[in-house]
């Protein structure tokens, strides 16, 4: 299957099967993708709405550094072929493939969610992460402000947050998070794979140009905002060549830090992968899956929580040398940004909210 424009994975293909009734055609995700005169029509993003009961998701996963976290948005149009969130959407019988970026769902309850969940007296209060599955800033954030929403409530109860996003959309809402960041409540993190625009056209063909991406922090950072940049994930043969210009890039922005992880492939990720790059990088293909397989032991992907986000092997120890000694020359120092967690107060009930 030759690659849509405009898209990041090559194919559709199966997905896991979760014991879920078999979804019927009823035309609402355009189920019939009828070729006309010989040529399938361009795949359109189609957005549905999902209302979950909560909204607060948490884990106890000891390599994450955080334990609560929301996402406003299920799947995502920025279509990065690397996206280790798209077997959620085998979830749903859906593709983590093509369906994946095209066939999303958005949460317009997340707010209210969010509001009940804080003024309940089991709620403990540490930094909630957003981004950490979807980007929160994918382009039907402009339509939906359900980010913006649950933002809203979060410095209205002055409760610390992490933000994860590759989109300079956030601009959008550097009211709010200036405000946020002069209590401590605050600090973004906005991922940079590549500076050059053609390869991030291929790994993430609807996100921002990573020059937009380096603007946003710079603006970020001058007001005050704390940012960290994250090079994640570094692909061998394609990306790891960049390591030390994007750090360079950053910290001359006013990044307070820099990150990475090397790429990972989870379940329906690993063949999704490999048919993008034999779409796109066919000369080093193998190349790139034999360095992938050394840095996990072997395999496509290394599931295990003590080596998953560093890698293994010579070929991870060499970029992480790379990247240790490009953190070295941007003088970035490893100080952790920490968020207060003292200032929150329960929100008002509705009927309190309307004086």
């Known amino acids: 299957m030759a690659a849509e424009k405009g898209r990041g994975a090559t194919l559709n293909g199966e997905s896991r099967r979760f014991n879920l009734p078999e979804r019927i055609s009823d035309g609402d995700w355009l189920d019939a993708l009828a070729d006309v005169d010989g040529v399938a029509p361009r795949r359109r993003t189609e957005v549905a709405v999902e209302r979950p009961r909560t909204i607060i998701s948490r884990n106890n996963s000891p390599d994450i550094a955080f334990s609560q976290s929301i996402n406003a948005y ?11 969130a798209r077997p959620t959407h085998a979830y749903h019988d859906l593709s983590p493939g093509l369906d994946f970026e095209t066939r999303l769902f958005a949460k317009p309850d997340a707010a209210e969610l969010l509001r009940k969940e804080l003024s309940g007296k089991a709620h403990k209060v540490s930094p909630i992460a957003m981004g950490t599955n979807t980007d929160p800033y994918q382009p039907i954030e402009r339509d939906w402000r359900i980010t913006r929403q649950c933002l809203e409530i979060l410095w209205e ?14 601009l959008h809402d550097i009211d709010l998070l200036a405000s946020m ?5 605050v600090a973004v993190m906005i991922s940079v794979t590549s500076l050059d625009p053609l390869t991030a056209r291929i790994l993430e063909p609807r996100a921002p140009h990573p020059l937009r991406r380096v603007e946003a922090i710079r603006l970020l950072s001058q007001a005050g905002v704390p940012v960290v940049a994250s090079i994640s994930p570094v692909i061998p043969a394609i990306t790891d060549h960049e390591i030390e210009s994007i750090v360079a890039r950053v910290a001359a922005a006013g990044a307070r830090d820099a990150s990475y992880i090397p790429v990972r492939l989870p379940h329906e ?8 790059l034999a779409e796109h990088y066919p000369d080093r293909a193998a190349k790139v899956m034999a360095i992938i397989r050394d840095i996990r032991g072997g395999s496509d ?20 040398a790379r990247f240790q000694k490009a953190r070295k020359r941007a ?3 490893g100080e952790r940004v920490t968020l207060r967690t003292d200032l ?12």
Not at 74 to 84: K, L, N, Q
Not at 344 to 355: A, Y
Request: hydrophobic share 35%.
């Open 269 to 276: 990720v690993a063949p999704l992968f490999r048919a993008w």
């Open 301 to 320: 992907n290394d599931p295990n929580f003590s080596s998953r986000m560093r890698g293994q092997g010579v070929w991870a120890d060499l970029i992480r």
């Open 181 to 185: 960041a002069r209590e401590r409540l």
């Open 344 to 355: 929150f107060r329960r929100p008002d009930g509705p009927q309190m909210s309307l004086f």
């Open 331 to 333: 003088d970035f120092t």
């Open 157 to 170: 109860c002055r409760h610390p947050v992490y933000i994860t996003t590759k989109s300079d959309r956030i």
């Open 74 to 84: 299920r799947g995502c149009e920025h279509g990065c072929i690397y996206c280790f």
